[in-house]
T-cell receptor, first 112, second 110 residues
Framework: NAGVTQTPKFQVLKTGQSMTLQCAQD?????MYWYRQDPGMGLRLIYY???????DKGEVPNGYNVSRLNKREFSLRLESAAPSQTSVYFC???????????FGPGTRLTVT | GIQVEQSPPDLILQEGANSTLRCNFS?????LQWFHQNPWGQLINLFY???GTKQNGRLSATTVATERYSLLYISSSQTTDSGVYFC????????????FGTGTRLKVLA
């Protein structure tokens, strides 16, 4: 039972490159989230998926796209990376509102 | 939208000391949760506490939703308590959009 897993753990990109961050959960949770954490700040919501087949924007969606591939997997794509997207990205899951969220270990992304 | 303020922003304690961390919300909050981010960056659930009081070992938390705040108590602190403590909540009970505070950075000295 791995909980919430994220790949890769670290990534360095050049400006303009694209990449996809992967998140998978084996907790049978309905809802999945992508957050970013910048130095000295709390987490900010990028996108979320309330249930399989749905996605919605969070607080800071610009420059990102998401795919809820199935109930287990939720990916985050950067089409054209910018230095402002240098951050630590966390995936989270929960059953739904009223239940606690569980976080993955994070992906540290640097864009040069 | 909801604003979340955590205090103090930084805290240094000697091992064995007690502390209280506070989370204030600008409006009524639902689904309040406390997290500990350890020095390796992992986010660990501490409490899901929309209201009332809960205790887990040396940690306890109290949320007074009508007064828009929550408190996290750490007793007999240990060096492993070091890290950043975050609170998060949503504007409505059915929301998926959680707002995080900027955290309290705690360092416990041996």
């Amino acid at each position: 039972n791995a909980g919430v897993t994220q790949t890769p753990k670290f990534q360095v990109l050049k400006t303009g490159q694209s990449m996809t961050l992967q998140c998978a959960q084996d907790m049978n949770h309905n809802s999945m989230y992508w957050y970013r954490q910048d130095p000295g700040m709390g987490l900010r919501l990028i996108y979320y998926s309330a249930s399989e087949g749905t996605t919605d924007k969070g607080e800071v969606p610009n420059g990102y796209n998401v795919s809820r591939l199935n109930k287990r997997e939720f990916s985050l794509r950067l089409e054209s990376a910018a230095p402002s997207q240098t951050s630590v990205y966390f995936c989270a899951t929960h059953r739904g509102p009223g239940y606690e969220q569980y976080f993955g270990p994070g992906t540290r992304l640097t864009v040069t | 939208g909801i604003q979340v303020e955590q205090s103090p922003p930084d805290l240094i304690l000697q091992e064995g000391a007690n502390s209280t961390l506070r989370c204030n919300f600008s409006d009524s909050v639902n689904n309040l949760q406390w997290f500990h981010q350890n020095p390796w960056g992992q986010l660990i659930n501490l409490f899901y506490i929309p209201s009332g009081t809960k205790q887990n070992g040396r940690l306890s938390a109290t949320t007074v939703a009508t007064e828009r705040y929550s408190l996290l108590y750490i007793s007999s602190s240990q060096t492993t308590d070091s890290g950043v403590y975050f609170c998060a909540g949503g504007a409505t009970s059915g929301t998926y959009k959680y707002i995080f505070g900027t955290g309290t950075r705690l360092k416990v000295l041996a």
